[in-house]
């Protein structure tokens, strides 16, 4: 079974940039399609940006459209999403989680797609 550890969020302002990243441990995060997802305060999780096992499809969430990259490093077991020109609606707990999903034209967008999750790295953007 794979573990993953989030890191690499923090407090910026508006117009910033971050980059998140997921280290996983135990397997090879080679055989898992990986996504990201995020929670804000009072609001359900909701689905960021996901990339298949071997990088062949990627997908994202419309309101992070154009802002956000998902790219992986199966070298070195980790998936990152950087996230540019942030604003404070992107503020949430941000989750990684893996999947065995062997398609690689398109990735797993559900939550109920995913099977193990990450503990969540916090990302609050100020005005």
């Known amino acids: ?8 969020g923090g407090l910026v302002q508006a117009g910033d940039s971050l980059r ?3 280290t996983a441990s135990g397997r090879a995060v080679s055989s898992y399609a990986m ?12 689905f960021v940006a996901a ?6 499809g990627v997908y994202y969430a419309d309101s992070v459209k154009g802002r956000v990259t998902i790219s992986r490093d199966n070298g070195e077991n980790k998936v990152h999403l950087q996230m540019n020109n942030l604003n404070p609606e992107d503020s949430a707990l941000y989750y990684c989680a893996a999947t065995l999903w062997y398609a690689d034209y398109a990735p797993p967008i559900r939550q109920s797609d995913f099977d193990t999750w990450g503990q969540g790295t916090q990302v609050t953007v100020s005005e």
């Open 1 to 8: 079974q794979v573990q993953l550890a989030e890191s690499g």
């Open 20 to 22: 998140l990243s997921c």
């Open 35 to 46: 996504g990201w997802f995020r929670q804000a305060p009072g609001k359900e999780r909701e």
């Open 51 to 56: 990339v298949t096992r071997k990088g062949g």
